[in-house]
């Protein structure tokens, strides 16, 4: 589920994951030289980083609905009349991270990214 690894992985990782999509993009298009190489640029859809974005966008976004079973891994709501008097106004608090790696996990990165 790409929602859920894609804030862990650094540059280069997403680097050679876009090189390969676009190796397996010039092969399906059938490129053989450079001189077809301006045919690419017409093909080539959304990078994958920005489609893993939309799809980490969607997953929070249905986590947030209370009849979805991973509801329970949010922390608890705050409540309105807090909201109003805070500076941020997150529905949900974000936890402290006190590793990059739980920063960039699934939730702390969504939590702190889409509300």
Known sequence: MAPVW???????QSDKIESIQRRALRIIAG???SKDMDIIPKLEPPSLHER?????????TRTTHSVNC????????RDSFILDK???HKQYP?????????????LVYALRTYQ
């Open 52 to 60: 893993r974005e939309e799809q980490t966008l969607r997953v929070f």
């Open 86 to 88: 805070l500076h941020d």
């Open 6 to 12: 894609h804030t862990s992985l650094n540059a280069a």
């Open 94 to 106: 974000v936890p402290y991270a006190g590793t990059a790696r739980f920063q960039d996990s699934f």
């Open 31 to 33: 490129v053989k030289s």
């Open 70 to 77: 991973l509801q329970h891994l949010l922390p608890p709501e």
